[in-house]
Nanobody, 116 residues
Framework: QVQLVESGGGLVQSGGSLRLSCAAS????????LQWFRQGVGKERELVAG????????IYADSVKGRFTIFRDDVVNTVYLQMNSLKPEDTAMYYC?????????RGQGTQVSVSS
């Protein structure tokens, strides 16, 4: 079964940290680029971070640069998002995507809430 399962979300105070995980199964993980998106209430989904098949190939939204780090472990088929110095505006549902050509696999999301 092809799937992505996110975990690690929760409630944290402003300035705190969380590490999100996205575990993959049912497909050749190492061939896929990986992305973390987020969508807050009443907001459009936005790309937070992405990583190519080479771990050195990463991109970040300006709003998270210097605070968030995306990394992948192809041995355990998991992509992570380390989030530091969290702000209330980071509150959102976070989703991971796996992309290979025109194929996109989407997870169900994990909620991150940051209190001020």
């Amino acid at each position: 079964q092809v799937q992505l399962v996110e975990s690690g979300g929760g409630l944290v105070q402003s300035g705190g940290s969380l590490r999100l995980s996205c575990a993959a199964s049912g497909f050749t993980f190492k061939k896929y680029a990986l992305q973390w998106f987020r969508q807050g209430v009443g907001k459009e989904r936005e790309l937070v971070a992405g990583i190519g098949t080479l771990s050195s190939d990463t991109i970040y939204a300006d709003s998270v640069k210097g605070r968030f780090t995306i990394f992948r472990d192809d041995v355990v088929n998991t992509v992570y998002l380390q989030m530091n110095s969290l702000k209330p505006e980071d509150t959102a549902m976070y989703y991971c995507h796996a992309v290979y050509g025109s194929e996109i696999i989407r997870g169900q999301g994990t909620q991150v809430s940051v209190s001020s």
